[in-house]
Nanobody
Framework: QVQLVESGGGLVQPGGSLRLSCAAV????????IGWFRQAPGKEREVVAA????????FFGDSVKGRFTISRDNSKNAVYLQMNSLKSEDTAKYYC?????????????????WGQGTQVTVSS
C-alpha cells in the first residue's frame, strides 16, 4: 500500500523558515513526480511547487517564487519543501501529492495520490 506522509509543519513567526518533508511510503523511488499544494480556510487549493522524477525540473507558484525551494532525495524516497521569508498569507494546510510520470504539474487533478496534510501557521 502506498501513502504520502507530510511532516514539519508548525507555528512560525513572519520572516521565519520551515522545512516540510514528504515521505513516499511504498512508492518505487524515482518513478513519480511530486507536487506541494496548500489550502487556506475559505480559499481554493493552490499549487506551491512541483519537482520531476529525478529532480531536474522544478516549478513554483507565483506567490512563493524566490522564497521556497523544493528538492528530493530518491535514496530516502523523500521530497522537501524549504520555506523561507514566511508571510502570514502562507498560512495554510500543505499537502504533498504524487503523480506517476516524469514531470510534475500545477494542476491538482493530475496527481494520483495525496497525503493528509500538515498545518503551517505564520503568526507573531
Amino acid at each position: 500500500q502506498v501513502q504520502l506522509v507530510e511532516s514539519g509543519g508548525g507555528l512560525v513567526q513572519p520572516g521565519g523558515s520551515l522545512r516540510l518533508s514528504c515521505a513516499a511510503v511504498g512508492f518505487t523511488p524515482g518513478y513519480y513526480a511530486i507536487g506541494w499544494f496548500r489550502q487556506a480556510p475559505g480559499k481554493e487549493r493552490e499549487v506551491v511547487a512541483a519537482i520531476s522524477q529525478r529532480g531536474e525540473s522544478t516549478f513554483f507558484g507565483d506567490s512563493v517564487k524566490g522564497r521556497f525551494t523544493i528538492s528530493r532525495d530518491n535514496s530516502k524516497n523523500a521530497v522537501y519543501l524549504q520555506m523561507n521569508s514566511l508571510k502570514s498569507e502562507d498560512t495554510a494546510k500543505y499537502y504533498c501529492a504524487a503523480k506517476i510520470g516524469w514531470h510534475g504539474s500545477a494542476k491538482g487533478s493530475m496527481y494520483d495520490y495525496w497525503g493528509q496534510g500538515t498545518q503551517v501557521t505564520v503568526s507573531s
